[in-house]
């Protein structure tokens, strides 16, 4: 080891402590973050509020317009915002359930058989 790398391993400076201490509560910070599953709750949060959000507005939808649209027409409108984002929400709870199971070291939900047709 060279003077240099000796001076800097012996080194207590106010700066050094700092920059020590912040990098081990960031990596602390990031395994807990990690360990918690954070990012999924995150996204598990923001796909129930927006649920709530557009379940509100297709209830509240048929009776805000001003328009002459038809019944058929109001519920055209509300499927076609609704499956989409029914299709993206399943997907996502799927992702979350999932992340969950290999977590926790649980064994993934048992296959069901399924019978033979009689033709």
């Known amino acids: 080891?060279?003077?240099s790398q000796a001076r800097r391993s012996a080194?207590?400076?106010?700066?050094?402590?700092?920059?020590?201490?912040?990098?081990?509560?960031?990596?602390?910070?990031?395994?807990?973050?990690?360990?918690h599953h954070v990012d999924s709750l995150a996204v598990l949060g923001v796909t129930l509020w927006l649920t709530y959000r557009i379940v509100e507005w297709a209830l509240d939808f048929p009776y805000d317009m001003e328009t002459k649209l038809s019944g058929t027409d109001k519920a055209a409108i509300i499927a076609a915002v609704m499956t989409p984002y029914g299709l993206m929400q399943a997907a996502l709870f799927k992702f979350y359930?999932?992340?969950?199971?290999?977590?926790n070291g649980a064994a993934p939900p048992p296959v069901l058989p399924v019978p033979a047709s009689s033709a």
């Not at 400076?13 to 360990?35: H, I, L, N, P, Y």
Request: proline share 0%; hydrophobic share 45%; net charge neutral.
């Open 1 to 3: 080891m060279n003077d």
């Open 11 to 35: 080194d207590h400076g106010v700066v050094v402590v700092a920059v020590r201490t912040a990098a081990q509560t960031s990596k602390t910070f990031w395994t807990w973050f990690e360990s």
């Open 97 to 103: 359930v999932d992340l969950k199971g290999k977590s």
